[in-house]
């Protein structure tokens, strides 16, 4: 019998809610107002989902969402009157500043629209720790994307102290770093490690937002994902039919977080040989996924495990389409010695020893042990 397929969970985070495009608001004339500059700003946006703006110097907007902390925006002011841009133009946010509120509407290039409003967060003893948070915040993400995943937990605990000193134990930026240093621990092979970071994830989801909240489906996630890397596979299950029920009933079934969680029970069930069960979910994940935008890494993850069941339930042929749908989509993001390619690549070299295809198994497999050379 041939040893069992690997499987592999979604990247470290929940894609972002679809960001849109601001119309203007009308002809009012801007009235005064101090500058932004330095400024902190935290609310919700008509998807649900948590934001935090930070103005800084130079016109540079740094926001914060579900998927992240994000540098690539520039925000202009005129008084009151407030433009934000992301990406070049490809979202616009037109809104006005009025006393400690802001509002608005985004409104993406191809038409999308939602609205935000925020208010300014005051400004507290913790500003230096804040600064070193947003550092080692980068540090981490910098040194997970290439690959360096020991010193992406090293900073990411640091980062930790920095965000729990800067911000208090209910900030969003708390949970969001507990989320993705759980996530990283799973990955590094500690789930003792992450379980507790996991469930401290869900008591400030809790508490920030309440159980109907994107935030509290985000940290079921990842409480799944911990279940899963220690085996408790009924902890898990629930868990995640949880997160899918609450996202379902507040986002409807093609929202993006749907398809994250069907793709992680679908690596529940077939991590328990239920590969019957596992592979309508994961078709549904992956037919959801190919409708809009997606992570690129839970793209990649969706494919191999969706390989992993067809292979086990003998669609031999369809597996290795999707192992190399797979393959291709994550060396175009990491590059082709990433470790994020070992999962794919050993399926793959399973796949090829099944056919009888031995020498594309043996290259493969050459391949692997390069890869897996490369200090971590």
Same mark, same amino acid.
């Given at each position: 019998?041939?040893?069992?397929?690997?499987?592999?969970?979604?990247?470290?985070?929940?894609?972002?809610? !679809?960001? &849109?495009?601001?119309?203007?608001?009308?002809?009012?004339?801007?009235?005064?107002?101090?500058?932004?500059?330095?400024?902190?700003?935290?609310?919700?946006?008509? /998807?649900?989902?948590?934001?935090?703006?930070?103005?800084?110097?130079?016109?540079?907007?740094?926001?914060?969402?579900?998927?992240?902390?994000?540098?690539?925006? &520039?925000?202009?002011?005129?008084?009151?009157?407030?433009?934000?841009?992301?990406?070049?133009?490809?979202?616009?946010?037109?809104?006005?500043?009025?006393?400690?509120?802001?509002?608005?509407?985004?409104?993406?290039?191809?038409?999308?629209?939602?609205?935000?409003?925020?208010?300014?967060?005051?400004?507290?003893? $913790?500003?230096?720790?804040?600064?070193?948070? %947003?550092?080692?915040?980068?540090?981490?993400?910098?040194?997970?994307?290439?690959?360096?995943?020991?010193?992406?937990?090293?900073?990411?605990?640091?980062?930790?102290?920095?965000?729990?000193?800067?911000?208090?134990?209910?900030?969003?930026?708390?949970?969001?770093?507990?989320? %993705?240093?759980?996530?990283?621990?799973?990955?590094?092979?500690?789930?003792?490690?992450?379980?507790?970071?996991?469930?401290?994830?869900?008591?400030?989801? %809790?508490?920030? /937002?309440?159980?109907?909240?994107?935030?509290?489906?985000?940290?079921?996630?990842?409480?799944?994902?911990?279940?899963?890397?220690? !085996?408790?596979?009924?902890?898990?299950?629930?868990?995640?039919?949880?997160?899918?029920?609450?996202?379902?009933?507040?986002?409807?079934?093609?929202?993006?977080?749907?398809?994250?969680?069907?793709?992680?029970?679908? /690596?529940?069930?077939?991590?328990?040989?239920?590969?019957?069960?596992?592979?309508?979910?994961?078709?549904?994940?992956? !037919?959801?996924?190919?409708?809009?935008?997606?992570?690129?890494?839970?793209?990649?993850?969706?494919?191999?495990?969706?390989?992993?069941?067809?292979?086990?339930?003998?669609?031999?042929?369809?597996?290795?389409?999707?192992?190399?749908?797979?393959?291709?989509?994550?060396?175009?993001?990491?590059?082709? %010695?990433?470790?994020?390619?070992?999962?794919?690549?050993?399926?793959?070299?399973?796949?090829?020893?099944?056919? $009888?295809? &031995?020498?594309?198994?043996?290259?493969?497999?050459?391949?692997?042990?390069?890869?897996?050379?490369?200090?971590?």
């Amino acid at each position: 019998m041939p040893p069992r397929s690997m499987l592999f969970l979604a990247g470290l985070a929940l894609f972002p809610g !679809q960001l &849109t495009e601001l119309s203007a608001q009308g002809a009012t004339p801007c009235a005064f107002a101090p500058s932004l500059e330095g400024s902190v700003w935290q609310g919700q946006d008509s /998807h649900g989902e948590s934001v935090v703006y930070e103005f800084l110097s130079g016109g540079v907007l740094a926001y914060t969402s579900n998927s992240g902390r994000h540098t690539s925006a &520039t925000w202009k002011q005129d008084g009151e009157c407030l433009h934000m841009d992301i990406n070049e133009g490809y979202v616009i946010f037109t809104g006005r500043i009025t006393g400690g509120n802001m509002s608005g509407e985004w409104v993406q290039k191809f038409g999308a629209k939602w609205t935000v409003n925020a208010s300014k967060k005051q400004s507290g003893g $913790g500003s230096g720790a804040g600064k070193q948070w %947003e550092q080692l915040y980068e540090k981490y993400k910098q040194e997970y994307g290439s690959g360096r995943l020991r010193d992406a937990v090293g900073s990411a605990r640091n980062a930790l102290k920095a965000a729990d000193k800067a911000f208090g134990p209910a900030d969003d930026r708390v949970a969001l770093t507990l989320r %993705e240093l759980a996530l990283m621990l799973q990955e590094a092979g500690q789930p003792a490690d992450a379980l507790p970071l996991a469930q401290r994830s869900l008591d400030v989801a %809790e508490k920030a /937002h309440g159980k109907e909240s994107r935030e509290y489906a985000d940290a079921l996630n990842t409480l799944g994902k911990s279940y899963t890397g220690m !085996q408790k596979y009924v902890e898990a299950e629930d868990t995640y039919r949880q997160a899918l029920t609450t996202s379902e009933k507040l986002f409807g079934p093609k929202d993006p977080i749907v398809a994250m969680l069907l793709n992680n029970l679908g /690596h529940l069930l077939s991590d328990q040989d239920r590969y019957q069960e596992a592979e309508p979910m994961l078709e549904r994940s992956l !037919q959801l996924l190919d409708t809009e935008k997606p992570d690129p890494q839970t793209l990649g993850s969706v494919l191999n495990n969706l390989a992993v069941a067809k292979k086990e339930i003998g669609k031999l042929d369809e597996a290795r389409m999707l192992y190399e749908r797979g393959l291709d989509l994550m060396e175009r993001i990491g590059g082709e %010695e990433h470790r994020m390619l070992l999962p794919i690549l050993k399926n793959m070299a399973i796949l090829y020893r099944a056919q $009888g295809w &031995t020498e594309e198994a043996a290259e493969t497999e050459e391949r692997i042990k390069r890869i897996e050379a490369r200090p971590r």
